[in-house]
């Protein structure tokens, strides 16, 4: 399962979480070809920029492309258009399509339309949700696993988490992100703040998310049955320390 977990730098290196086993056209600077079956082993995001203005990680700096690195060594290059940016702290690697290799999960940004989930492979954009609607409205991915034990993946974010807070689950189904669930008053990110909190667990019972509730007294567990998204406190909230108590299971 992939979680987001606390963060630190908004620069910070990938590190690979191994997750649970419309097409676009892009500008795109391939610096290797692909192999028919390519094997993503790392993502980061490149090409800062401030054309984006919303500084809701801490600064004003975005990133404008996603580079992929491949088993073997080869790399790909995805360019966003001047109209978007990765508002996000780092790409997150993910088997969404349960065929053995990873995807690449991220959040994008519209100038007109805020953020939207997206999903990249090796063949560049191949799902999104839509995007929220307006400029400066974010969301906070919680992660990714199969949430309610069917076989196919769940991806997991908080709607804007200051303002909707509302946590949204999409499962990855037909080349496509279909909303299977919904729970308002929960939340995962404070603005100015360049990590994202809480994340899934499995505590031997299945996939868990792990949240704050809407005022930040909270920790919340919420769990999804393929029909309906539940949720209990699980203790007060002091601090980064809880969610890693909690997503440690203890």
């Not at 028919?36 to 090409?47: E, L, N, V």
């Not at 690449?104 to 090796?122: K, P």
């Not at 909303?179 to 809480?198: K, M, Q």
Request: hydrophobic share 45%; glycine share 10%; net charge neutral.
């Amino acid at each position: 399962m992939l979680g987001a977990g606390p963060g630190k730098a908004r620069r910070q290196p990938f590190q690979v979480l191994k997750c649970c086993l419309r097409r676009a056209l892009l500008a795109i600077a391939v610096v290797a070809p692909v192999a028919a079956t390519a094997d993503i082993k790392s993502a980061k995001f490149a090409d800062p920029t401030t054309r984006y203005a919303h500084a809701v990680l801490g600064d004003n700096v975005e990133w404008g492309a996603l580079e992929l690195r491949l088993k073997g060594g080869k790399s790909l290059r995805f360019v966003l258009p001047e109209s978007r940016v990765f508002e996000d702290l780092q790409p997150r690697l993910a088997d969404v399509d349960l065929d053995g290799d990873f995807e690449v999960i991220v959040v994008e940004s519209s100038q007109a339309q805020g953020g939207r989930l997206a999903v990249y492979d090796e063949t560049g954009l191949i799902a999104t949700t839509p995007f929220i609607g307006r400029k400066f409205r974010w969301l906070a991915p919680v992660g990714a696993a199969d949430l309610d034990g069917d076989g196919r993946v769940e991806i997991a974010y908080v709607d804007r988490p200051h303002l909707a807070k509302t946590l949204r689950i999409w499962r990855f189904e037909d080349n496509g992100l279909t909303e299977v669930g919904r729970l308002a008053g929960v939340t995962n990110h404070r603005i100015g703040e360049d990590f994202i909190s809480g994340g899934i667990r499995d505590c031997g019972n299945g996939s868990e998310m792990i949240v704050a509730d809407a005022k930040w007294q909270n920790v919340v567990v919420a769990t999804f049955d393929g029909k309906e998204v539940r949720s209990k406190t699980i203790g007060a909230f002091n601090g980064p320390k809880s969610f890693a108590a909690a997503l440690d299971c203890s």
